[in-house]
């Protein structure tokens, strides 16, 4: 179920595509993005990853890095980031999921997008 406010997010991609799958998970999850940030491709994006795990410790971010040839996706994780912040949704995107097969026709698995729980404590921009 949809909350009635939306929640504030910024948002970090590699490129155009990536950017419009991010607009539509937030968009389903009742969010509002407020900025994206990178498209400049994987090396730039991998580059300012640090900077945005910063950020997110006081804003709501999501940053999707695509998986590309790389075999080991959780391996793959931990080395681009260690400890994300507490406000820090980092997720790796799978070709299904960039080809547009991301929608389960159960929204309420985007729950990840605000980790409510974790960042309860940071007010919603107005």
């Known amino acids: 179920m949809k909350e ?11 490129g155009l595509l990536d950017e419009a799958v ?3 998970l937030v968009s389903e999850a009742n969010g509002e993005l407020v900025e994206v940030h990178g498209k400049r491709g994987k090396a730039h994006l991998a580059s300012r990853l640090k900077a945005f795990n910063n950020a997110a410790q006081r804003d709501r971010w999501i940053v999707l890095m695509d998986l590309d040839d790389e075999r080991d996706c959780p391996k793959f994780r931990r080395s681009m980031l260690q400890k994300p912040s507490v406000c820090m949704c980092f997720r790796i995107v799978c070709g299904k999921l960039k080809h547009g097969y991301w929608r389960t026709g159960n929204e309420s698995q985007l729950f990840w997008l605000f980790p409510a729980a974790r960042c309860h404590g940071i007010p919603s921009r107005s």
């Open 4 to 14: 009635s406010s939306p929640r504030y997010v910024t948002g970090a991609v590699e």
């Open 22 to 24: 991010l607009r539509r």
